[in-house]
């Protein structure tokens, strides 16, 4: 019989792109609007210098684009398990931990969740990738312990974890009518993960699922190096990325790099990274990409264009080419991108979780004809080239879409009710 209060906890999706919150309750949608009616908040927040606050979500992205002076910073998830988690940056004229950062947004989420809901939330399960760090436990222990103590500082008096793939896999269960052998793949802005879980209606109502759970593995590979590699290849070109030096040495890349990845754009706009630029200008053979690129920092527009190749990035998993308008750095640039060039450079990371999913099958003592279901969340599943790539692994198996950026936060609800009542 189906419990008839809500949940006293609630889960936390806190993903590398897109946020969200779930609360259990009878005949209702589990996700909490976050923002307006909207159940995700997009991962970003932007420091409003000339009002001299934080803005986050949707909200932060319109600021940004619409020109107010100040400091994005999205992909904050990706600092969990970085070098940078341990240092500070400067955001409206004071130094402030990147830990600090991180809970003002987790902060936010926890306030927006409590007054949609009406009540305060005491417990929570937080989704957690399989790996936060991939082949370093000791990095990988210390990004989930500094997440736990962010939560308990903005007030959570109790706080645990379930991987994002299991909680998943709970989402798919509560539409299932018959036991499937399911394969989930998640794949998040940051990391894909993997679950191998035996799923089934009468399993659901069960406390203790450990034994149901087959394996799990997972890679720190997500939609944004997919961005990564579509921008290195597909628009950095024109900004000078493979430009050669007078020495015929290639131009060094650490800016471009730095630009195609989205929590380290900030660095691109350093007083020693412009002065870099500015001395190697002169030896290279043609300086038309540095010149776009000097142009592009001098805007402070990186946030700006890696939006750009996002948009692309999407729209790529259904037409065949996107144009970007770059007229903004210069009159009439624009830079093609196509599918068939973007699979391209996303093969080496394919191959990556293929693999992954290969091992994962292995230790799970699982053949490929034995996994009934494939079921597919994240952002960035639906890219075609990755479904071709799992189908390949997986021919038997039927594939099911999950709702993208909810099953998670879906997942983690149910989870919250069965650990917290």
């Excluded at 659901?204 to 759970?213: F, G, K, S």
């Excluded at 929590?263 to 190697?280: D, F, V």
């Excluded at 990035?313 to 093609?336: H, N, V, W």
């Excluded at 693999?355 to 292995?362: D, I, Y």
Aim: charged share 25%; hydrophobic share 40%; net charge negative.
């Amino acid at each position: 019989m189906q419990p008839s209060t809500p949940a006293r906890a609630c889960g936390i999706d806190f993903g590398t792109s897109n946020s969200t919150v779930g609360w259990w309750r009878p005949d209702s949608d589990p996700l909490i609007a976050l923002e307006q009616d909207q159940s995700t908040l997009p991962s970003v927040v932007f420091f409003n210098l000339e009002e001299r606050r934080p803005v986050y979500g949707r909200q932060a992205l319109a600021e940004y684009l619409e020109g107010y002076d100040g400091r994005l910073m999205r992909s904050l998830k990706s600092l969990l398990g970085s070098k940078l988690l341990k240092s500070e940056t400067t955001v409206l004229g004071s130094a402030v931990p990147f830990k600090d950062i991180l809970g003002l947004f987790l902060g936010t989420l926890k306030a927006r969740a409590e007054a949609a809901a009406g009540r305060p939330f005491e417990q929570v399960v937080l989704g957690r990738p399989v790996f936060f760090v991939d082949d370093d436990e000791q990095a990988d222990r210390e990004a989930a312990d500094t997440l736990a103590a962010v939560a308990r500082k903005i007030g959570f008096a109790e706080v645990s974890f379930q991987y994002e793939p299991i909680a998943a896999a709970f989402d798919y269960e509560s539409r299932i009518e018959a036991e499937e052998r399911v394969l989930i793949v998640d794949i998040g802005g940051g990391t894909s993960d993997f679950s191998l879980v035996r799923l089934s209606p009468e399993r659901r109502l069960l406390d203790e699922r450990q034994a149901d759970i087959l394996g799990t593995g997972g890679v720190h590979i997500g939609g944004t190096d997919f961005d990564k590699q579509l921008s290195l290849h597909g628009v950095m070109p024109l900004f000078g990325y493979g430009s050669r030096m007078k020495s015929d040495a290639p131009m060094p890349t650490a800016t471009h790099l730095n630009l195609a990845t989205w929590h380290t754009i900030n660095a691109a706009y350093s007083a020693a990274s412009q002065r870099s630029l500015q001395s190697m200008r002169y030896d290279i053979v043609d300086p038309t990409g540095i010149d776009r690129l000097m142009r592009l920092i001098e805007q402070r527009a990186g946030h700006w264009l890696a939006m750009q190749v996002e948009a692309g990035k999407i729209a790529l998993s259904d037409e065949t080419r996107y144009r970007i308008d770059l007229q903004r750095i210069e009159q009439g640039l624009e830079a093609t991108l196509t599918r068939p060039a973007f699979e391209q450079t996303l093969q080496p990371l394919l191959e990556r979780l293929r693999t992954a999913v290969g091992e994962l099958l292995s230790r799970a003592e699982l053949g490929a004809d034995q996994v009934d279901t494939v079921f597919f969340t994240g952002g960035s599943s639906g890219i075609p080239a990755l479904r071709r790539s799992m189908e390949s692994l997986l021919p038997q198996a039927r594939q099911v879409e999950g709702n993208r950026f909810g099953s998670i936060g879906s997942g983690l609800a149910i989870e919250a009710k069965k650990r917290y009542g």
